[in-house]
T-cell receptor
């Protein structure tokens, strides 16, 4: 059974710092992995999608990497801003063809 | 990318009543999904709704409690029946799109925030 874990659960950093969010999954047989952002009380916004054949994806200040063999993905946020404050969720699409979500990392960027 | 809307955006309901949540997509999609996010938790899949067939429910979720309709390729409803305070959650509708390279992406609606008193 696929399980997805995110570390840390919460993170508080000063504005301008580069930071890394981690996502690990137990079954490496995945179709893809997505990183989402969720603002308090809101729905999800897709940030980056990495197919199983890819190693990384970039969008602006965000870079996501995927190491399928070790069951890990990282989301790198460069030059963090207060507007980046949100919960970040990773989700994997695996054998059952359903997305399994991680527990999320609550990020707060201090001005 | 698909644009998804949900109604209502939020509601406060009394115990024992039912609420129907609507999900509208701006394009035709085969698969629609309903998720629940309880306070402080991650998302849990309730069911998968395909047009023209009965919804497929995940373990721990039953049709009597969460009946789903999928009358066409752009619309679905989820009803939360006989509500109790434990049903207080954000309910999210989601669709999956496949691009020309056969890459799937999942898009989410804004969610319906439900509080049951």
């Amino acid at each position: 059974k696929q399980e997805v874990t995110q570390i840390p659960a919460a993170l508080s950093v000063p504005e301008g710092e580069n930071l890394v969010l981690n996502c690990s999954f137990t079954d490496s047989a995945i179709y893809n992995l997505q990183w989402f952002r969720q603002d308090p009380g809101k729905g999800l916004t897709s940030l980056l999608l990495i197919q199983s054949s890819q190693r990384e994806q970039t969008s602006g200040r965000l870079n996501a990497s995927l190491d399928k063999s070790s069951g890990r993905s990282t989301l790198y946020i460069a030059a963090s801003q207060p507007g980046d404050s949100a919960t970040y969720l990773c989700a994997v699409l695996s054998g059952t063809y359903k997305y399994i979500f991680g527990t999320g990392t609550r990020l707060k960027v201090l001005a | 990318s698909a644009v998804i809307s949900q109604k209502p955006s939020r509601d406060i309901c009394q115990r024992g009543t039912s609420l129907t949540i609507q999900c509208q997509v701006d394009s035709q999609v085969t698969m629609m999904f309903w998720y629940r996010q309880q306070p402080g938790q991650s998302l849990t899949l309730i069911a998968t709704a395909n047009q023209g067939s009965e919804a497929t429910y995940e373990s721990g979720f039953v049709i009597d409690k969460f009946p789903i309709s999928r009358p066409n390729l752009t619309f679905s409803t989820l009803t939360v029946s006989n509500m109790s305070p434990e049903d207080s959650s954000i309910y999210l509708c989601s669709v999956e799109e496949t691009n020309n390279s056969w890459e799937e992406t999942q898009y989410f609606g804004p969610g319906t925030r439900l509080l049951v008193l």
